[in-house]
């Protein structure tokens, strides 16, 4: 029963071939590719991999980045289905004024989130569900609130680092792209810009978490995933886990409620 999840962002496209279609399944192969070499998965990456029994993906890149992408998947002879963002599902209640409307990565991440929550009650590290921070860094930044019970709150959803830098270049003279560090107490406008913007995405992921934190009277869970990722962990001062899984636990959670039903 082999399953083969797929994650396609704004960038890259990120895939990982599992043993079976649930949470904590063994992890068989995986791998990444700019959204330009999706052509090439067919006689490259995925050539070798056995067929999967089933495939379900997330996409945020648009319908033509999906139809490349299922062309590749013609090496084998299975159908994919791509997640649609539902008022509930895997666990999670969708809070948004527009359920469908809510990013499919996003809902994705969150039932992520609640899987992990429901996982460590389970084995007994938490005695009850709890809230959860879920944060993804990548070319936007998202900040989404899930509460006890595992309904979506709302969130944030802001520039990544890199868009803030490129608008401070076309939007200013004499300002450029830098490869600053962050700093308390920048000198210089390298150090400048790059600690801006982190303090920025970070700012935005301590504000919502005392948010949460006052609304659900404890401490949430807070898991951040994304490409960028590591560049922002260092410097946020709350307690948090980074997970570059998170998106594909979020679909084995799905994957695993629908074949449940």
């Not at 007994?124 to 595992?150: F, W």
């Not at 978490?209 to 962990?233: D, N």
């Amino acid at each position: 029963m082999s399953f083969l999840a797929i994650d396609i962002g704004n960038t890259r496209l990120k895939w990982a071939l599992y043993a079976s279609p649930q949470p904590g399944a063994v992890l068989l192969a995986h791998g990444a590719v700019f959204l330009e070499t999706i052509d090439q998965l067919a006689d490259g990456d995925w050539r070798h991999l056995p067929e999967p029994h089933s495939v379900l993906g997330c996409n945020v890149a648009g319908d033509a980045v999906r139809r490349r992408v299922e062309e590749q998947l013609e090496l084998w002879d299975v159908e994919a289905r791509w997640v649609v963002s539902s008022g509930h599902a895997g666990g999670v209640t969708n809070g948004y004024d527009h359920p469908g409307r809510l990013g499919a990565d996003r809902f994705v991440a969150l039932v992520g989130a609640r899987s992990h929550v429901m996982a460590r009650c389970k084995a007994g590290i938490y005695d009850k569900p709890r809230a959860a921070l879920v944060v993804m860094i990548g070319t936007a930044v998202t900040v989404d609130a899930l509460d006890a019970e595992g309904k979506f709150l709302g969130g944030m959803i802001m520039p990544g680092h890199g868009i803030m830098l490129r608008a401070l270049e076309g939007g200013t003279a004499g300002l450029r792209v830098p490869t600053g560090e962050v700093s308390e107490f920048p000198t210089n406008t390298s150090d400048a810009l790059t600690s801006g913007g982190t303090y920025a995405i970070t700012g935005a992921i301590e504000r919502m978490h005392r948010h949460l934190s006052k609304r659900s009277q404890e401490v949430p869970l807070t898991l951040m995933t994304g490409g960028a990722g590591w560049k922002v962990a260092p410097t946020l001062e709350i307690e948090h886990e980074l997970l570059d899984s998170l998106i594909f636990d979020g679909i084995l959670a799905l994957q695993s409620h629908r074949l449940a039903l």
